[in-house]
């Protein structure tokens, strides 16, 4: 058995790369949210800082979760909410996604700055459910409350259309439906 034990032991850094001193790099994955009236808003997900909720994400938007439904809350110099399945804001699509924020023993330093993208949640901690949230502002007290996992890079000029838009009790009175969400396949950021 001792004379196995060097072996095995090489068999695992030939099989995982150790020693070669390479960092694994992780794909910058793009996605653009495009709106039924024109326009898409291009966000970028980071899961260096949340990768559970990040590949969540990622799932609802290759399952199609979110075609069809809208942006239904607005709160100017805030943020726009959607991913609704009745736009009402409530609900989800059926299956929740671990909180990765410092509150509940993750650490995420990815601050809620005018275009970070972060999942709504209800009191409950892991209830993220699908619906997310673009910040309109700066609102760092929610930092360590909620996941967040990407930002804008580009349409921010549609969110700010969105947080203008006429609301009853927060809620668009119009709301802006999501034509389709899909992950760019061929984007390169700033062309």
Known sequence: MKKLIPII?????VLTGCGKGE???VEKKYVGIELEKGGTIVMEVLPEYAPKSVAFFLELVEDGYYDGLTFHRAVKDFMIQGGSPNGDGIGGCGRTVKGEFKSNGFENNLSHKRG?????RTQVRDSASGQF???HGDAEYLDGEYAAFGRVLEGMEYVDEIAEMPTSNQILIEKPIIKSVKVLKNYTPGE
Do not use: H, P, Q, T
């Open 116 to 120: 970070v993208v972060s999942f709504a």
């Open 9 to 13: 032991l090489i068999m695992v850094c």
């Open 23 to 25: 960092e694994k790099k």
């Open 133 to 135: 949230f673009i910040m």
